[in-house]
C-alpha cells in the first residue's frame, strides 16, 4: 500500500535558469530541475570583514 501527501517547500532565492520539466521513472511522472542562487552576507566575527 502506499500513502500519498503534499510535501511543501519554500525556497527564497534567485532563479539561475528557466525551471527544467521532464518526466521519469516507472510511472513517468514530471518533475521539475530549476538552479537557486542566494545571497546572504555576514560579518566576519574575528576581523569585522563583512562575507
Known sequence: M???GINKVIIIGN???DPEVRY??????PWTKLS????ESWRDKATGEQR
Open 36 to 39: 537557486v542562487a542566494t545571497s
Open 24 to 29: 521519469g521513472g516507472s510511472n513517468n511522472r
Open 15 to 17: 532563479l539561475g535558469s
Open 2 to 4: 502506499s500513502s500519498r
